[in-house]
C-alpha cells in the first residue's frame, strides 16, 4: 500500500499517489470542503521555504527510504542510507527547538515529511534496511522486535515550544466519538 493516496472506493483502484499534489490539491481546489477556520498549509510568505525543506525531505526522506530498500548495489545503499541519517539529524536538529518545520504553525512541509516518520520504525527501519545496527553492541545484528507504539498517544509536550497550531485558522472541535481512541487525548 502506497501513502498517502486518493482511492476511488466502488473502484477499489487508486486515483493517484503523487503526494504533492495531493496535498496541493487538497489545500487550494478543495476549499469548499474545507471547515471554516482551517489552518493555510501553503501561506503564500513561506512557500520559498516551504519548498526548501520539502525538496530535501523527499528527495533524501520520503524517497530516500525507498532507496535503500531497492538498492541493487551495496554503493547505492550506502549512498542512500547516508543521506537518509543526514536529513533524519538535519531535520532533528531543526526540530530541537522549534514545533514546526516552517514558520509558527504546521505548514505543507510538516504535511509532507508526516506519512514517512509515521512509517519509519513500523516498515522502513527493518524491511528497507533503514536502520543503524551498532555491531559493537549488537554483533549478531538481531533486528529487534518492533515498534513499540505504546507511547503513540502519550502526551509530546511539543506545544511547550511555542507556535500557533492552526495558524490564523481556528481549531477544531473535539473528534467525534467514533473516532475517539480509548485512553487518548479528547476521551
Request: with cysteine; charged share 25%; proline share 9%.
Amino acid at each position: 500500500m502506497t501513502v498517502p493516496a486518493i482511492v476511488d472506493i466502488p473502484a477499489g483502484a487508486v486515483v493517484t499517489a503523487d503526494y504533492r499534489n495531493i496535498t496541493l490539491d487538497l489545500e487550494h481546489q478543495w476549499t469548499a470542503h474545507h471547515r471554516t477556520g482551517a489552518p493555510d498549509l501553503y501561506p503564500d510568505r513561506l512557500r520559498d521555504e516551504i519548498e526548501e525543506i520539502s525538496a530535501g525531505v523527499y528527495e533524501d526522506l520520503n524517497n530516500g527510504v525507498y532507496k535503500c530498500g531497492f538498492a541493487r548495489t551495496q554503493e547505492a545503499y550506502d549512498e542512500a542510507y547516508g543521506k537518509l541519517f543526514a536529513r533524519l539529524d538535519a531535520l532533528s536538529e531543526r526540530l530541537a527547538g522549534r514545533r514546526y518545520l516552517v514558520g509558527d504553525t504546521i505548514t505543507e512541509a510538516d504535511v509532507r515529511l508526516w506519512p514517512t516518520l509515521v512509517r519509519f520504525d513500523a516498515v522502513y527501519h527493518g524491511h528497507f534496511k533503514c536502520n543503524r545496527v551498532h555491531t559493537s553492541i549488537n554483533p549478531s545484528r538481531i533486528v529487534p522486535d518492533g515498534p513499540d507504539e505504546s507511547g503513540w498517544l502519550t502526551p509530546h509536550h511539543r506545544e511547550e515550544l511555542g507556535g500557533r497550531p492552526f495558524g490564523d485558522g481556528t481549531p477544531p472541535g473535539p473528534p467525534p466519538p467514533v473516532e475517539r481512541v480509548a485512553g487518548g487525548p479528547g476521551r
